[in-house]
Every structure is written in structure tokens, then in C-alpha cells.
């Protein structure tokens, strides 16, 4: 999803990295009680929240509980991104006909930054395609 994130007009950065947990510095290897998330830093004069959500929905199978690492959670900076991210997780239950639906809606919390071979995972893979396909 990080790719595809940032290839949106108005995306300045994403990152990839822990949040949504009480113990401090989760790495991938040890993850405490932290989730996977996408940091996204966004110009909102250009792309505004909602539209983040759209490309999200699209994207994100919130069917299924997992375990924590691996949950379904949206977090949320401000009132307004609250209110918008529980309008657009309720609207997505009310068309899940009936299944199981599982996405957390959270106060953002610290944000720990994930190793650098999780940074741009799909660029780095490409890049090394690349380098298989290439005439010498």
C-alpha cells in the first residue's frame, strides 16, 4: 500500500513503520503490542482526507479479525479526520452484507519508523527486477 499511496497527487511521504501501542521502540521482529501502519503526509489544499479514505477502502480487506500486528486500524489526528474515518468505516459495515467486519478507529499515537528494508518495499523490488530484465 505504501506505493500506492504515494503515487497520489498531493501525498508528500509515506513511511512505514508501529503505532497504536503502549510499549515503546517495536521493531518487526519484536512488535510489542503494535500495529503495522502508514505514516502519510499530506498536503490537504491538494488531496483532502477523504480521499486518502476512498483510495484505503479500495485497497484494505477490513474482513477477518487478525492479530494485533496485522489489525485493521484508521487513526485519526483531529475531530474532524475522526468523524470522517467513522462515517466511512460505517458506511463500508452497512455494505459488507453481513460479514464480519474489523477496522479500529484510534486517536493517533506515537509513530515508530520501520527498518529500512520495510521502506519502499515495492520500488526496491522493481528496482531488482529491473536489474534481472536489463540487456548488458
Known sequence: PQYKYSKMDGVIRTVVGYSGGRKKNPTYRNIKDATEAILIEYDPDIIPFENILIKWSRMHNPFGKKKRQYRSVIFYVDEKQKKITK??????????????????VEPVSAFYMAEDYHQ?????????????????
Open 87 to 104: 462515517d466511512t468505516v460505517e458506511e463500508m459495515k452497512s455494505n459488507s452484507r453481513g460479514d464480519d467486519f474489523f477496522t479500529d
Open 120 to 136: 519502499d518495499h515495492v520500488q526496491k523490488r522493481l528496482a531488482k527486477l529491473g536489474d534481472l530484465i536489463k540487456d548488458d
